[in-house]
């Protein structure tokens, strides 16, 4: 059987890829639960310190959630469309959100609805100048389910994300970029390269700190900066005892470059 998504790892970044192409990678059930079972497989892979999420063709990285299956949930009343539709799409994007390891998204084509609420969800993007975004649920006379009300808002400001979710209407790359959506717009070829380009600046530091910037920055996001600041301070307390940062600091000291290992 085909998987859903496809996993590579070389040079410590393992590359998913959503694998439906002949549904423009549309996100049903069995693609959720498999990118959460590779999410807790790469989270204890010492092997890999970075993780990259793209599409499969050439047209797109995600067309959202499976509209024929959620139908079919939701045909079923609101306990089975919210506990097999909304809670397994918020678990997949809240896993990828606070996830110790950076995922960055590489936006090959498409992303709309759930393909736009994974690039909010994941730490850093980066897109295809070919690629087009859009968050349409409002078409089908739904909000968007999978974080998409309140991540964008949050990266773009209120009255922003309002436009795209109230007129449903598709928006390009640069206007991505523009919005904080997207880090980087890059020439279609050249996706991948960039993006792994991006993973390699990463992975040359430690990765305790990584874990601890990503848990501090995402998480006080949704806190009082009193909490934000409380949790910054307990993220750099842990790395008191390490190796990592005894070696950041004899090797600026040295004039050297750090040899960094993960404890
Ligand atoms: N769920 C399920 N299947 C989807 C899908 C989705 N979200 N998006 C696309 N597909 C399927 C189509 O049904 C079609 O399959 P088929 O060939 O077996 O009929 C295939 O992918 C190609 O899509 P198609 O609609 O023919 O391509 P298009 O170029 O005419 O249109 C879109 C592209 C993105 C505008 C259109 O597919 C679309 O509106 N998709 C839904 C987007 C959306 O609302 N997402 C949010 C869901 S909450």
Redesign the pocket.
């Known amino acids: 059987m085909t998987q859903p998504v496809l996993c590579e790892i070389a040079d410590g970044i393992a590359v998913l890829t959503f694998n439906r192409p002949?549904?423009?990678n549309?996100?049903?059930y069995a693609t959720a639960d498999r990118l959460l079972e590779l999410l807790d497989q790469l989270e204890v892979d010492g092997d890999v310190g970075a993780i990259i999420l793209t599409g499969a063709g050439d047209?797109?990285f995600s067309?959202?959630?499976?509209?024929?299956?959620?139908a079919g949930s939701v045909r079923e009343g609101p306990r089975v469309a919210c506990r097999d539709f909304v809670r397994r799409g918020q678990a997949m994007t809240a896993r990828m959100e606070a996830f110790p390891k950076p995922i960055i998204a590489a936006v090959n084509g498409?992303a709309?609805?759930?393909?736009c609420e994974v690039t909010e969800a994941v730490h850093l993007a980066v897109a295809s100048d070919r690629a087009t975004f859009?968050k349409?649920?409002i078409?089908?006379g739904?909000p968007?389910?999978f974080g998409g009300t309140q991540r964008l808002t949050r990266l773009a400001g209120r009255k922003r994300a309002l436009e795209l979710l109230l007129t449903g209407e598709a928006f390009p790359a640069d206007q991505a970029l523009a919005l904080g959506l997207v880090n980087e717009v890059v020439p279609h070829e050249k996706l991948l390269p960039a993006a792994l380009d991006l993973a390699a600046r990463i992975l040359q530091h430690s990765p305790l700190a990584v874990a601890a910037i990503i848990t501090a920055a995402v998480r006080g996001l949704n806190m009082s900066i009193g909490e934000g600041l409380q949790m910054e301070s307990e993220q750099f307390a842990m790395m008191v005892p390490t190796h990592d940062l005894r070696e950041g600091l004899d090797a600026w000291q040295d004039r050297r470059a750090p040899r960094f290992v993960g404890r």
Request: hydrophobic letters at 50%.
């Open positions: 002949d549904k423009l549309a996100i049903n047209r797109a067309a959202g959630a499976d509209i024929v299956e959620f498409l709309f609805g759930g393909g859009a349409p649920e078409r089908l739904m968007p389910t």
